[in-house]
């Protein structure tokens, strides 16, 4: 079993920035991929930023050249730069890790996070 603890969510005005992060923990060596996802009020969840263990990323055209989704392996952790962010982007934001190869399906994501909410006002 893998323990995902996210970290980093607050209230933000418009254009400010935020920086996410989460530690995985457990069986830790069976993960492949990592993402965010996020789920604003009413709404499906959805793929903000995914990562492999070698680094290659995919982004939602909403966060893309705003976001940057990294990873630690050494030191087992997720991190997300949010910058220039917009209301729209208020939503509960998800670690979640799978053990299979890049993929934006989240049905495909083996173990989340609890999630941390991000608020971002006009």
């Known amino acids: 079993q893998v323990q995902l603890v996210e970290s980093g969510g607050g209230l933000v005005r418009q254009g400010e920035s935020l920086r996410l992060s989460c530690v995985a923990s457990g069986r830790r060596l069976s993960i492949n991929t990592m993402g965010w996802f996020r789920q604003a009020p009413g709404e499906e969840r959805e793929l903000v930023a995914t990562?492999?263990?070698?680094?290659?990323?995919k982004y939602a055209n909403s966060v893309r050249g705003r976001f940057r989704i990294s990873r630690d392996n050494a030191k087992n952790t997720l991190s997300m730069e949010m910058n220039m962010l917009k209301p729209e982007d208020t939503a509960v934001y998800y670690c979640?890790?799978?053990?299979?190869?890049?993929?934006?399906?989240?049905?495909?994501?083996?173990?989340w996070g609890q999630g941390t909410q991000v608020t971002v006002s006009s």
């Open positions: 990562i492999t263990s070698g680094g290659a990323t």
């Open positions: 979640a890790a799978s053990v299979h190869s890049l993929t934006t399906a989240p049905e495909m994501y083996d173990w």
